[in-house]
């Protein structure tokens, strides 16, 4: 049963290619049966390797967010905190 590469989701890619490695183990396929198995596989592949790189990205994305968030809003009061108290003394 081959699987659309398109609309599936990660965890459902690596089963397949799970089953489709067991299933090439195996000795008893055709040779013809065994190369569309690995052109799937490498179908397969492909696109979640493209999946981990969006993934990637978007994490890199949301942690630069996250850092310019924090380095863009400076502590409330820290400032003038520190150099109220310190003209004060």
Not at 9 to 21: G, N, P, S, V, Y
Not at 47 to 73: C, D, H, P, Y
Request: glycine share 8%; proline share 1%.
């Amino acid at each position: 049963m081959r699987m659309d590469s398109e609309g599936a989701t990660f965890k459902q890619m690596l089963d397949r290619l799970e089953e489709i490695a067991e299933t090439l183990e195996r000795e008893d396929l055709e040779l013809e049966q065994s190369l569309a198995l690995f052109e799937e596989a490498v179908g397969l592949l492909k696109a979640s390797k493209q999946k981990l790189s969006e993934s990637r990205l978007r994490v890199e994305r949301l942690l630069g967010s996250l850092e310019e968030g924090v380095e863009a809003e400076p502590l409330q009061g820290g400032e003038e905190e520190e150099t109220g108290g310190a003209e004060r003394a």
